[in-house]
């Protein structure tokens, strides 16, 4: 599960009486009167993941929303992901880190000269950030165990929302997040884009496509189900909103342009929600190969709510049932090629498990 | 499941200056979904979503116009390094032109100092090689359309995002107008 580590803080009243109102009405599973009363400004954040792990609370000037994409920043290029005590650097396509030359999933061992071992994440996190054209001295261990240091300048960078990657000849995309209304337009503009560039390009196939979504956290549900939709028949199931009451309702693929083309998706234990249900839906359908680790097993759904005074509540309303009538919770996906810690990082090696499965 | 990863984003961001993280978890409830999020929802919904979406289209093209524009500077400046290059091409053509005349018009002249005709000589092989490189980047550059891959990309996936959402932006007025009536 990704998260973005910050302290949390309630400075003011939160409107307690509407929130306990929703989420006695609507949330997916209906919490006892007793938890609802317990909820005061002081204990709101901890009583809220007591009734819903999932459930959040923002105040109006912190809230973003999970519809927007990512704005500009000035950065290294890259998230700093913490796995088991080691630290990784999750590389963004066109960043500095990557312009640089540090190979995505690199694991950090030193950052201006000092390891970063017995350091925790959030000041190894804050070594890393800095002020536009400064730059910052990394060692590192690249996939494959070669170590490397390289002076990396920290620059103003856009992501894109879907990011080409392309060891050898196969088009590798990556998706990092399911945002509505701009992933699925998203793709189809980098598959056209890079179908006309692998003709110019000698060798190069566009016959088959892979998918990482080792990072994606999830994001808009609706989004991944269109993107899905994509590669499905008109009318295929996609899935099911199971909310309260029996208020099941299932999403099918609509007509458009659509792609036959073999896939395989990379998949990992941060692929979570959106993507789970992406992967999933594809996977049962006999339309992808899952190549990687288990899933997160998140397969339920949140919605935001803005309350009378600007804030804004975030809560679980709605269960996601696969095609084939079951749910990820709890158990996540199991792949159809299962590999190790270090081949999951080794993005030229799980290209080559790819290829030998398509 | 066990949450094994902590991703920190290390850019800097205003995004991040807030007291909570947002973890990345799906949206739903027929708000602010894909088309086929569109099939459900009250009148309240639908001008939220119109709102939402109005405001995604603008900031896309919003985008997409600063995108242009730097596109347009990154043209601008490779043009005139082409230019540039190309003088400078010529001017070593010339150079060699003349540095080849007149180091045969030595090499034919009785007693001439053979250690200059040498000089020459290196001196034209070294403008060659040199001359070699410069067409071979010149050419490089204009192979590459004077732009750059990702930011062709880029810009073609904000136009693809531009128009569909304002084909969405369509669809829901007119779901809203035939909510109206």
């Not at chain 1, 994409?69 to 590389?91: H, M, N, P």
């Not at chain 2, 601008?76 to 091409?89: G, H, L, M, N, P």
Request: net charge negative.
């Amino acid at each position: 599960m990704m998260l973005v580590l910050s302290a949390s803080c309630l400075a003011w009243a939160a409107p307690l009486e509407e929130i306990r109102q929703i989420l006695r009405e609507k949330s997916l599973k209906p919490p006892a009167e007793s938890q609802l009363a317990a909820m005061s400004d002081e204990n709101l954040l901890q009583k809220l993941r007591e009734i819903d792990n999932y459930a959040r609370y923002f105040e109006s000037d912190e809230y973003h929303s999970p519809m927007s994409r990512r704005e500009s920043w000035v950065g290294i290029g890259a998230d700093l992901v913490e796995q088991d005590g080691k630290f990784f650097l999750a590389v963004y396509h066109g960043g500095a880190a990557e312009l640089a030359g540090i190979a995505d999933h690199s694991r950090l061992i030193e950052i201006d000269g000092k390891s970063v071992a017995h350091v925790d994440v959030e000041s190894i996190a804050d070594s890393l950030k800095g002020m536009e054209g400064t730059s910052v001295s990394l060692f590192v261990e690249q996939p494959g165990g070669r170590m490397s240091r390289f002076q990396v300048e920290r620059e103003m960078f856009s992501p894109l929302d879907v990011e080409p990657i392309t060891p050898g000849v196969h088009q590798v995309l990556r998706i990092r997040r399911f945002v509505g209304g701009l992933t699925k337009s998203a793709l189809l503009a980098t598959l056209d884009f890079l179908g006309r560039e692998s003709r110019a390009a000698t060798g190069a196939r566009s016959d088959v496509l892979i998918i990482d979504l080792r990072d994606a956290g999830g994001g808009d549900l609706y989004e991944a189900f269109d993107v899905a939709g994509l590669f499905l028949p008109q009318g295929a199931i996609l899935g099911t909103m199971c909310r309260r009451a029996d208020d099941n309702r299932e999403i099918r693929s609509t007509d458009g342009e659509k792609f036959t083309m073999p896939m395989a998706l990379l998949v990992g234990p941060d692929t979570a929600s959106a993507a789970e249900v992406f992967a999933g839906t594809l996977q049962q359908y006999g339309r992808a190969k899952l190549i990687g680790q288990r899933t997160f097993g998140k397969c339920v759904t949140q919605t935001d709510v803005h309350l009378s005074d600007g804030s804004v509540l975030r809560y679980t309303n709605a269960e996601v049932r696969l095609p084939d009538g079951t749910s990820c919770s709890g158990v996540g996906l199991q792949p159809d090629r299962d590999v190790r810690d270090a081949e999951l990082r080794d993005l030229t090696w799980l290209v080559s498990e790819a290829d030998a499965l398509l | 499941m066990k949450p094994r990863t902590i991703v920190i984003m290390i850019f800097l961001t205003g995004m991040l200056a807030g007291c909570a993280g947002v973890d990345q978890d799906p949206r739903s409830g027929g708000l602010l979904g894909g088309i086929s999020g569109l099939s459900s929802g009250s009148y309240e919904n639908r001008v939220k979503e119109r709102e939402a979406r109005l405001e995604q289209l603008r900031a896309t093209q919003r985008q997409l116009d600063a995108e242009t524009g730097q596109l347009e500077e990154q043209k601008s400046a490779a043009y005139a390094k082409v230019a540039k290059d190309q003088a400078e091409v010529n001017a070593m053509q010339s150079e060699i032109a003349q540095l080849e005349k007149k180091s045969k018009a030595l090499a034919a002249q009785q007693g001439t100092d053979q250690q200059r005709v040498a000089e020459l000589d290196k001196r034209v092989k070294a403008l060659k090689s040199k001359m070699g490189q410069q067409a071979s980047d010149l050419d490089a550059l204009e192979g590459s359309g004077l732009g750059d891959a990702d930011v062709d990309l880029r810009r073609k996936q904000l136009e693809k995002q531009r128009d569909a959402l304002a084909r969405e932006y369509d669809l829901l007025m007119k779901m809203q107008m035939e909510l109206v009536q």
